[in-house]
């Protein structure tokens, strides 16, 4: 039996199957092209992470090494926090623990509001007296 001599309809359709084949081929390598490049940014992304973290890290052991230990850099971190015009009173209540002195603690708190509706006379309150310097 002899080979059929390919008609001039079938040479169309399989120059057409070719070059499906062709943009086929193309896609799969512009998708395997794609994805290493997604691959490499990720690693990148990871890796500029982890510097970053490792230096923040390496930025706060340095600090806790200049102040000698990790509770005195603690304590620094707090007190820089604090207001610049912070004011702190000590108030004596006197012998005895918090519990046993309640019975003081109103007269605390009236000469609180004493000290409100003194601000304007220049009088010296109660609780300003009752401060240790």
Known sequence: MRAR??????R???RKART???VAEIARKTAELDAQATVTLGEADASAQQLL???K???FKLAVGAFGSGPAYNQWVFASGLPTDIKL???YAGPGTFWTDLKGFSDVRNAGKADAADAGSGRASSQEEAVIP
């Open 5 to 10: 001599r390919p008609t001039a309809t079938s």
């Open 12 to 14: 169309p359709k399989r």
């Open 20 to 22: 499906i084949k062709l």
């Open 53 to 55: 973290e490792e230096a």
């Open 57 to 59: 890290a390496e930025k």
């Open 89 to 91: 009173q000590l108030l």
